[in-house]
């Protein structure tokens, strides 16, 4: 083979498609794609440094994110635990539920089972009118006077204690706690909201009741004056007036029945357990009080000054044992609290 046939042979002008030229072994185009990556990678590291700081800016200064909405907590983005568990949105949960309306129901009816009560069994003419069961079909404010005595010692208390005795025990018996703490709704918000939700709906139930007994009296027995079995006549518009504070005292005193009930409510997993823990100690209450041998140590029970705020119907009102039924139920009432609050975020949920 010739010279010109062996160089035609061994280097021709295209080796499978590659330029004479060339650098067919790579280095060349290495050393560039190399270059070309890292100025890339640094371009692109750039980018999402700068990314990152726009995100973390942009977190930081979005007030709608809420707290722990970044990388120091985990914590989702847009997540913000103030907007969990709404009160307004647990009432009308809690408002839907048949026994709620239940209670409600058998609440506005009790006036209207009195007065029926009233007119069917009729009264003795010849008895004089010493007690406040003779007095209620005198006037409309009597009426209300005679309902709120009645329904004081027993009624009120349990329906109390529902509402709260069943916040939270319903939730473990449904095993929805579990759930609604994975959401994160946090522990103590939840045991607040449930508390505010059942507080609502305590003071919605203790208010309808005298303002039906009210409604029926005036149209049943006229607009006439609150009179006591002393003889002490309070007129109309005063009296109303005097129902008005008798019927936040009454919801004030009955607090400790409520903080009773949460206790209860978080300590077991059944709802009849808590209600009727609480409802008991109520009872439980009121007959130590009739015990006259414990002398001063009745003060301290938490039913001792419950009617106290009969007292207001007469000429000279004495307020002494508004005031320290008042304090009692307070006392009694943060401790429960607390005592709630402190089972609760510590209590092992595994329903």
């Given at each position: 083979m010739t010279a010109p046939e062996r160089e035609a042979t061994t280097t021709p002008e295209h080796d499978f498609g590659i330029p004479r030229g060339q650098d067919v072994t790579g280095q060349g185009s290495d050393r560039d794609t190399g270059q070309n990556n890292g100025r890339n990678t640094n371009a692109g590291r750039g980018r999402a440094?700068?990314?990152?700081?726009?995100?973390?800016?942009?977190?930081?200064?979005?007030?709608?994110?809420?707290?722990?909405?970044?990388?120091?907590?985990?914590?989702?983005?847009?997540?913000?635990?103030r907007g969990t568990l709404r009160v307004l949105v647990e009432?009308?949960?809690?408002?839907?539920?048949?026994?709620?309306?239940?209670?409600?129901?058998?609440?506005?009816?009790?006036?209207?089972?009195?007065?029926?009560?009233?007119?069917i069994g009729g009264q003795d003419p010849a008895r004089s009118a010493v007690t406040y069961a003779d007095l209620a079909v005198t006037s409309g404010p009597n009426f209300v006077v005679f309902t709120l005595y009645l329904a004081g010692s027993l009624l009120l208390p349990v329906v109390v204690a529902l509402f709260f005795g069943d916040a939270v025990a319903s939730e473990a018996s449904w095993s929805s706690l579990k759930y609604l703490l994975a959401i994160p709704v946090p522990?103590?918000?939840?045991?607040?909201?449930?508390?505010?939700?059942?507080?609502?709906?305590?003071?919605?139930?203790?208010?309808l009741l005298p303002a039906v007994a009210l409604l029926a009296g005036v149209l049943w027995y006229g607009a006439g004056d609150a009179t006591s079995p002393a003889g002490d006549a309070v007129p109309f518009g005063r009296s109303v007036i005097m129902l008005a504070v008798a019927v936040g005292y009454t919801v004030v005193q009955l607090a400790w029945v409520g903080a009773l009930a949460?206790?209860?409510?978080?300590?077991?997993?059944?709802?009849?357990?808590?209600?009727?823990?609480?409802?008991?100690?109520?009872?439980?209450?009121?007959?130590?009080?009739?015990?006259?041998?414990?002398?001063?140590?009745?003060?301290?029970l938490p039913t001792?000054?419950?009617?106290?705020?009969i007292d207001l119907f007469a000429t000279d009102?004495?307020?002494?044992?508004?005031?320290?039924?008042?304090?009692?139920?307070?006392?009694?009432?943060?401790?429960?609290?607390?005592?709630?609050?402190?089972?609760f975020s510590r209590k092992d949920i595994t329903t």
């Open positions: 440094a700068a990314s990152g700081a726009s995100s973390g800016a942009n977190i930081g200064d979005d007030a709608d994110i809420g707290d722990g909405a970044d990388g120091r907590t985990g914590a989702a983005a847009g997540y913000r635990p009432l009308r949960r809690q408002w839907r539920r048949r026994r709620t309306q239940l209670v409600f129901a058998l609440i506005a009816l009790l006036p209207i089972v009195l007065v029926a009560a009233f007119e522990r103590l918000r939840l045991l607040r909201q449930k508390a505010v939700t059942a507080a609502l709906l305590s003071l919605l139930a203790l208010g949460l206790w209860l409510s978080v300590t077991v997993d059944a709802p009849l357990g808590a209600v009727g823990g609480a409802a008991l100690a109520s009872v439980l209450s009121q007959i130590l009080d009739q015990i006259t041998a414990l002398g001063s140590f009745r003060d301290l001792h000054h419950a009617w106290a705020w009102a004495d307020v002494t044992g508004m005031a320290d039924g008042l304090l009692v139920s307070l006392v009694y009432a943060l401790v429960f609290g607390v005592l709630a609050a402190y089972r």
